[in-house]
């Protein structure tokens, strides 16, 4: 691993690191956030939340723009921000914002040219999971996970298959049926093939189905999202929730979009639901 | 005015607008953070605070990077962002990132080709004003101004120059005596020329010597800055302000460096501060 750049923030450490992946044959970046409780000295180890990005993003996005520093390091908390996806000149691509580069959708590809590279749920739960607890001061028993767009989808699937991993879960502006919207139906045909029953393991509607998780799940989305009828749907997520018995807060904020001053006007809320079940 | 963009943020509104500037011979940009007292409807004008930027920089840098509509909203007050020079193709250029546009140094150029142009002190405190308070309820009996860099400079000379209009000052990792550093040598010699008796009127630390204002002024500059040695010499400003009896908080934080990671942990301080001194 390699460190790429690090910055003193809110009194603790935002640094940028490089590596070569296994799983997606490439080199992979992510950013760690580092509370000042660790920078300080303290040989405790923190709660971690992984935050998922959405589609075009990279781990700048969040760090930022949604100003979630300042709430790590109040509640004593790591951060971890991986990629959307593979990159570099030999992983394959697509002139689309939503294919390739960018748009990884938290999943293990079965088709050709993408099945070499992408495979980025794999890559966090295995891989970048297994550097970040080597390399840094984050607790493997008390992880969190939450997203934004894509990467919502990305944080409810791997909460919902791993509900032991990742005990505290969130989404902003989810698309929580992938296989039942746009976005995900030109992703999953692509990555995974035409065959929809191939599809229902990272679809967060179908999965909360048949496996409700003990957690209680919060979401945010806003009213004005130009994507919300298309691509997001919240009754289908809330549907499937209220018919499996999954605990759920699915909010409707209102006057917000899909950008991240609308994360950034919630995302206090989120990391302070995930400490509470960590620190609990 | 044209309003180019708008989005809700922590309750309030983030506009950007356009108008033609007659000081600066151009379309000119700047951004509103609108609090949410006002946007629910109160008819009581807020505190504005003016947040002047560092070169190369425009609007967007505060708003996206510093988490200060957070505090704003929670303050109750009222944030401008201009630009930082005139921009477009007929205005004049260099490829120097601190020279041209994104590099207006809040000054009235008196050398050609620049003095068509660049106005920036005088659009700010005349042009830009008149609009503002005409079309947002700020309360412009109630103004502070703070800046980061080259807009920590601004800040400064603004406030000393006309403390009567912007009552409470704050400056992040300002450039605090640009006519005895390379940044603002270069500057000065292009827009002003060579006479070095035509700069002290832009120079905040022979300012506060001649006509030190009542206002305690808060500065923040990272140890970790690497441009404190050469570009921002905290010391020229501290031992000015102790010479003339300038009321002065200058702080230098550990570890921090010049980059809006910087700004996001700091700001927070600043809006307080002039909170403080506008709502007292």
């Known amino acids: 691993m390699e460190t790429i750049s690090s910055w003193t923030s809110f009194g603790g450490k935002l640094s940028v ?18 509370p000042p409780q660790v920078t300080a000295g303290s040989t405790e180890k923190v709660p971690v939340i992984w935050y998922l990005s959405g589609l075009t993003c990279n781990w700048s996005n969040v760090m930022e723009k949604s100003g979630l520093q300042r709430i790590a390091a109040k509640l004593g908390v790591m951060i971890i921000a991986p990629d959307t996806s593979p990159r570099g000149d030999d992983v394959p691509n697509d002139d689309a914002y939503d294919l390739g580069q960018g748009a990884g959708f938290y999943l293990s590809a079965t088709q050709e040219p993408w ?79 035409d065959d929809r029953s191939q599809w229902s393991d990272y679809d967060a ?32 997520f809330i549907d499937a929730c209220q018919k499996a018995g999954q605990s759920l807060n699915y909010r409707i904020q209102p006057g917000y979009d899909h950008s991240y001053w609308f994360i950034a006007s919630v995302i206090e809320d989120h990391l302070e639901h995930h400490a509470a079940i960590l620190k609990g």
């Open 205 to 236: 509607t179908e999965l909360v189905g048949k496996q409700p998780s003990k957690a209680h799940i919060l979401v945010d989305t806003g009213d004005a999202d130009p994507f919300l009828e298309e691509q997001l749907r919240p009754a289908l």
């Open 115 to 193: 099945s070499t590279h992408f495979h980025m749920d794999r890559y966090l739960v295995e891989e970048l999971s297994a550097l970040v607890f080597k390399e840094f001061a984050g607790d493997a028993d008390r992880q969190g996970i939450m997203g934004h767009s894509m990467g919502g989808h990305g944080a409810l699937t791997l909460h919902l298959k791993h509900p032991e991993t990742f005990r505290s879960v969130s989404a902003l502006s989810p698309i929580a049926s992938p296989a039942q919207v746009p976005w995900g139906e030109k992703a999953f045909t692509t990555y995974l093939g």
């Open 17 to 34: 690191h490089q590596h070569d992946s296994e799983l997606c044959q490439c080199p992979m970046q992510f950013a760690v956030y580092t």
